[in-house]
């Protein structure tokens, strides 16, 4: 469930039903054609931002750069950033088209794959506590979960860096998103899933490599760390990661929702997957539990941005902890490039500007970006309400107008004005395979 930061980069037609738009980690990519533009009969409000500090953060250059993602096309767009204790807020769009009602900076949101930073800093609480071997076989903590040798070659480090080689569960948990058909979204909206039958449908699929072989991203692999957190601790993953990150982080509006709704002021969800769910439904509410310990966390863009903060000045981990976290492997396409690096439930970027920090992550109808400098004072992070918006039968040499909104203002955000262009299209985040369609369009 994690996205590709948008990027103008070229996409070959053999690679363009393979990524997709927040998540959001974490899929299709965000450079797909054709504008999702908001509906006329809405009508679009002007954005609104929120500068608590302005020195250093150009207040009016990130406003202008947010109305431009709804401009693109994105129906609703919020976003925080920080550069040490100056703050920005702003929104731009609709929450709802239908009313016309407009986004707010401090709308609660599903955030996707960035739950997978909150379940690996649980782990390596785990470890800090000498409860958890990050090289131990998996067997060793769910013994005959994962059946037979693979479950003693498999660790619990390449669970966390994506490098076990167990496929994804998407195109068993949703079988219509393997021909591109939203069937399975409707008829899963209040269905219950459990953590093992998600593990048995990820087993089910092909083998992505051998263990500790390549990096290939796989959501199986923290349902897997969810059920360790579980066992060792001896509490459900959920009430863990509460009590140990959400609370000791400071967030107050970041949490497991208990039933299919988001509790306080969101944006409805739509999703047009690629066309063709058109007009776009909204899947604001839905039964996350396909989602558990690897996506369905809700939260803000303020919160999660004082969570990477945290992890980042060693406020959740001690040092050794946090560099096993910072320990990255490549990702690669398929011709071998390296795209970016990944590490254990965290993912590396290098910008213009320098390094950064974080995740992304992307479910049905929402996606989120987050991403923060290594010394923790540079951060953004971004949430949109339309997902899946390219068309598959554009062109793919053209990148969609929201991709490229999103890159200007994700790089302006974190590197600024004076280099917001600087740099190539390739430097940014790297692909991470995301959940639902795009890992269903692989097979």
């Not at 797909?32 to 250093?56: F, K, M, Q, R, Y």
Request: hydrophobic share 40%; with cysteine; aromatic share 6%.
């Amino acid at each position: 469930m994690p996205l590709p930061i948008p990027t103008p980069l070229r996409r070959s037609g053999r690679h363009r039903a393979r990524w997709r738009s927040t998540g959001a980690a974490v899929a299709v990519a965000l450079a797909l054609t054709a504008t999702a533009a908001a509906p006329a009969s809405a009508a679009a409000p002007a954005p609104t931002s929120h500068n608590l500090v302005t020195e250093g953060l150009g207040r009016k250059d990130l406003d202008r750069s947010l109305a431009a993602i709804h401009s693109a096309g994105m129906y609703g767009v919020y976003a925080a950033v920080r550069d040490g204790g100056d703050e920005w807020r702003g929104a731009a769009g609709l929450a709802d088209i239908d009313t016309g009602r407009p986004v707010r900076s401090q709308m609660e949101h599903r955030i996707g794959s960035v739950t997978k930073t909150f379940t690996a800093v649980g782990i390596l609480q785990q470890v800090a506590r000498d409860r958890i071997e990050l090289d131990a076989p998996v067997a060793r903590y769910l013994p005959g979960v994962v059946p037979g040798d693979l479950g003693r070659q498999i660790t619990v480090r390449m669970l966390l860096n994506h490098t076990s080689g167990i496929g994804d569960y998407i195109p068993g948990a949703f079988p219509s998103l393997r021909r591109l058909e939203p069937q399975s979204l409707d008829d899963n909206r209040f269905r219950h899933f459990s953590p093992l039958e998600l593990v048995r449908y990820g087993l089910a699929e092909p083998r992505t490599g051998e263990p500790g072989a390549v990096h290939s991203y796989s959501n199986t692999n923290y349902v897997l760390a969810g059920l360790i957190l579980t066992k060792v601790t001896g509490q459900d993953a959920e009430q863990y990661l509460t009590r140990h990150v959400i609370r000791a982080a400071g967030l107050r509006h970041t949490y497991f929702p208990r039933t299919p709704y988001i509790k306080g002021p969101h944006a409805k969800m739509y999703e047009s997957l690629y066309g063709r769910i058109d007009p776009p439904r909204d899947y604001s509410v839905y039964d996350m539990s396909w989602a558990w310990s690897l996506g369905s966390l809700v939260s803000t863009t303020a919160d999660l941005n004082q969570f990477y903060r945290a992890l980042l000045t060693g406020e959740l981990l001690g040092p050794a902890e946090l560099r096993e976290m910072q320990t990255t492997v490549p990702v690669q396409d398929a011709t071998g490039q390296v795209l970016g690096h990944y590490g254990l439930g965290l993912a590396a970027q290098d910008l213009p500007c320098g390094r950064f920090w974080g995740h992304s992550g992307g479910v049905f109808g929402a996606g989120t970006y987050a991403l923060t400098s290594q010394d923790g004072r540079r951060q953004v992070s971004l949430g949109i309400n339309l997902m899946k918006y390219q068309r598959l039968d554009g062109d793919p040499s053209q990148p969609h107008p929201v991709d490229a909104a999103l890159h200007t203002h994700i790089v302006q955000a974190l590197c600024g004005k004076t280099t917001a262009g600087a740099g190539t299209a390739g430097a940014l985040l790297s692909r991470m395979e995301t959940a639902a369609p795009a890992a269903a369009a692989r097979h």
